[in-house]
């Protein structure tokens, strides 16, 4: 048996080792992307706060009401004495929003896909799985003992082909509705019609979709003109765009009591602290009226892009503002992810297992709280990050 010792020492010598860095402080709070690591301030590149509502003080108070009148915990699950009023308005609210009968609150996305992948396929059946997909939905399926078989990424006609092909019937086909360490989009459309020719349910994970895609924030589905029929089981994330904690899963009244009655990350679990749901009841509500920050980081993401080619930094083809700058090696991002902080920008490298071998990338995200010179500083320290870096070629792939 390996030792521990030889398992970090491994990670370390392939540049694999992860460290946490622990935020100090949150600096310019006006500004909501300000951070203080190790005594350093730094402009965070790195969050998933597309909206910039992690740090509005809406959320805050409705938090701070809600713990005054609720407590800090839910003190048990959902099915015994959890479920609180919070949950159920949050609930109803996001149903009306994601327009489907019914949504079924998680304690987060990893949970929610836990729970829809185990709960919708099993023995005997195929899950059917793009093969970028999130880390969440492919041990769901492992977890559902079902054949897990994945088709090349965001390709819907392999998708067509691995759905025709002799064997197990295929129970569900699961895809991000955006993809998180590419920023791309999953072809809907195609792959509903793929999934509705075959008897396969449909199932997307829109973490990076919902409030920011489409002319509502409804998410990829609206961006593509899809409804509840195309695709039957919705998943949305409430860490990400709509700054609080926890996620849901939206469909038909039938699916969610399901859900309800067995899945085992829904069931056996303590159910979200109130006061979170209580936050992320506002979020949405700032979802809704406040498109101007939908706008803003779209505004930023083209800024962005137009002056990072023009810098000549390699960009690939996303239009949300998740924007991968994929160097190859673990050793260059990490290299490019100092000087970057070195200049003051927190741009996390992202390294294999979360992408593939040789696929390491720096992940920049925008978010509505940029401010237009801080993205054009990035891009002028990126741009020079990059030309340092490549002066030493050894660290690159
Ligand atoms: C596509 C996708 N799905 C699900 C999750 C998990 O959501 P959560 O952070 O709420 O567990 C994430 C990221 O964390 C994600 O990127």
């Not at 992690?54 to 479920?83: I, K, T, W, Y």
């Not at 899809?226 to 038909?252: C, R």
């Not at 962005?304 to 810098?311: D, T």
């Amino acid at each position: 048996m390996r030792s521990f010792e030889q398992e970090l020492a491994q990670l370390e010598r392939a540049q694999l080792r992860r460290r946490r860095l622990t935020v100090e402080a949150f600096t310019a709070p006006a500004q909501r992307v300000g951070l203080r690591i190790e005594g350093r301030e730094l402009t965070d590149f790195s969050s998933n706060d597309y909206l910039g509502l992690a740090r509005e003080p809406a959320l805050a108070r409705a938090m701070a009401e809600c713990a005054a009148r609720a407590g800090a915990g839910s003190a048990a699950s959902h099915l015994v004495s959890g479920h609180g009023r919070e949950h159920a308005q949050l609930e109803e609210a996001l149903a009306e929003f994601t327009g489907r009968e019914r949504a079924l609150l998680f304690g987060s996305g990893y949970a929610a896909n836990l729970a829809v992948m185990s709960s919708l396929a099993g023995r005997g059946e195929r899950a059917l799985l793009d093969k970028l997909s999130h880390a969440s939905l492919i041990d769901g399926a492992r977890l559902s003992g079902a054949q897990l078989q994945r088709y090349r990424h965001a390709d819907a006609a392999a998708a067509r082909q691995v759905l025709g092909a002799a064997g197990a019937p295929v129970a569900v086909l699961a895809t991000d509705g955006v993809f998180s360490m590419d920023g791309d989009l999953a072809p809907l459309p195609a792959l509903a019609q793929a999934a509705a020719a075959r008897g396969a349910r449909l199932i997307v994970d829109d973490a990076h979709g919902l409030g920011v895609i489409g002319p509502t924030g409804r998410g990829s589905l609206e961006h593509f003109g899809l409804d509840a029929h195309a695709v039957p089981v919705l998943v949305g994330t409430l860490g990400k765009a709509f700054g609080s904690y926890g996620a849901f899963v939206a469909g038909e009244a039938a699916l969610v009591e399901f859900l309800l009655q067995k899945a085992r990350s829904y069931i056996y679990t303590t159910a979200l602290p109130q006061p979170v749901a209580a936050a992320s009841r506002v979020a949405l509500e700032l979802v809704r009226r406040e498109g101007w920050r939908r706008e803003r980081v779209r505004a930023l993401t083209a800024r962005f892009r137009a002056r990072a080619l023009a810098a000549g930094v390699p960009l690939m083809d996303s239009a949300t503002p998740i924007q991968p700058v994929v160097l190859g090696s673990a050793a260059a991002v990490l290299a490019v992810q100092a000087r970057l902080q070195a200049a003051g920008y927190l741009v996390v490298a992202i390294r294999p297992p979360t992408v593939p071998q040789g696929r390491a990338r720096l992940r920049i995200a925008l978010s509505a709280a940029h401010e237009e010179a801080q993205v054009d500083a990035l891009v002028d320290a990126l741009a020079a990050a990059l030309a340092a870096t490549a002066a030493h070629p050894q660290v690159l792939a």
